[in-house]
């Protein structure tokens, strides 16, 4: 629950499910019980630990690629000083998060932006850290140019990349 809404938690169950489609569950939490579906697809929806980071450029304040705002957190994160297609496989690290504060549908988007801004510090010297908005714009009617390049179809994604530009964790919902 540390850096989320009241009442809010992230719960974490690891479970191997061997084939595609949807898949019942079951959760119990305060002695209730809440089932859920899982969907399984075939192929990754959004790119995968392993692979290479799309060479997409994100915005950035020199050039917003037509995004604005670049930034909905308030105020504005110091995340948007280069753009991904520059610093993905130059030899560092990148940890990028694609989140939209100002328009979060689950509320965990502009919380976890406020957590990674609190733990970079002692990593600045050596990973370099980016945010990317989700919209072009505030109506949240169309996705940003770096989101639709990456293929993702929800919010908050962490990837991390290594120097060479291959994806080595991923982090979604």
Known sequence: TVGLPKGRGVYVADALLPTEGVWKALAITGGKRVPFAVQVNAHPVAPAVGAPAPRAASPTRADTLGVKPICTRTPPCPLHTVSLSEVTGTARPVAVLFATPALCQSQ????????????????????TFVHVEIYRSSTGAELAPTVEAWGLESEPWLYTVDGAGSIVGRLDG
Do not use: A, Q, S, T
């Open 108 to 127: 965990y988007c502009g919380p976890v932006l406020d957590e990674l801004l609190k733990i970079k510090g002692p990593y600045e010297d050596r990973v």
